[in-house]
């Protein structure tokens, strides 16, 4: 089975300054992973994912994030965050092909992030 | 648009009134799941569905059903509601592709039972 840690409930963060939310999996097989974003009152969308390739995967709005296979981790950063940027974020990971729940989804608990002015 | 389109987006009901809770797609997509989302929680899959007439259950499925007998659609039902799944429902799409591809989510359903 696989499962996700975010290590950070909330993250109070002021504006422009750097963020970064913590995300531990953990798997016996290869996964794949994703963080997502949920702005108040919407559903989730994707700020981007790793597959394989280049460790550092980049995605919309400034974020990114390293994939850390020795440490199981996969954490999301913004140099320079923005009040906009105010939302609860999801780490994920997808099981690869090869084994029964692939494709399912497993989600971390969700980091809310407050960027203040 | 791309878009995952649940109905209604709030709901109130009493224990024991069965309820559908519905979804649509319009991406030709083959895999759809549903989740619910509580605080401290994260998203739970509840059941999930690889085509039409295959669906299998999450993890935690107890007290809920499903059906598939449309692509575009993936109902959710609650036969005989109870309190403990007053949750924030989503429902999700994505083309099936091993898992390495992006999920569509919904507005939301936020449903409370007393």
């Known amino acids: 089975a696989q499962s996700v840690t975010q290590l950070d409930s909330q993250v109070p963060v002021f504006e422009e300054a750097p963020v970064e939310l913590r995300c531990n999996y953990s798997s016996s097989v290869s996964v794949y992973l994703f963080w997502y974003v949920q702005y108040p009152n919407q559903g989730l969308q994707l700020l981007l994912k790793?597959?394989?390739?280049?460790?550092l995967v980049k995605g919309i709005n400034g974020f990114e994030a390293e994939f850390n296979k020795s440490q199981t981790s996969f954490h999301l950063r913004k140099p320079s965050v923005h009040i906009s940027d105010t939302a609860e974020y999801f780490c994920?990971?997808?099981?690869?092909?090869?084994?029964?729940?692939?494709?399912?989804?497993?989600f971390g608990q969700g980091t809310i992030l407050t960027v203040h002015p | 648009e791309a878009q995952v389109t649940q109905n209604p987006r709030y709901l109130i009901t009493v224990t024991g009134k069965k309820l559908t809770v519905t979804c649509s797609q319009n991406m030709n997509h083959e895999y759809m799941s549903w989740y619910r989302q509580d605080p401290g929680l994260g998203l739970r899959q509840i059941y999930y569905s690889m085509n039409v007439e295959v669906t299998d259950k999450g993890d935690v499925p107890e007290g809920y059903k499903v059906s598939r007998k449309e692509k575009r659609n993936f109902p959710l039902i609650l036969e005989s509601p109870s309190p403990n799944q007053t949750s924030l429902y989503f429902c999700?799409?994505?083309?099936?592709?091993?898992?390495?591809?992006?999920?569509?989510f919904g507005q939301g359903t936020r449903l409370t039972v007393v």
């Open positions: 790793y597959l394989s390739g280049s460790t």
């Open positions: 994920a990971v997808s099981r690869g092909a090869g084994g029964t729940s692939y494709g399912k989804l497993t």
């Open positions: 999700a799409s994505s083309l099936w592709n091993g898992g390495n591809t992006e999920a569509f």
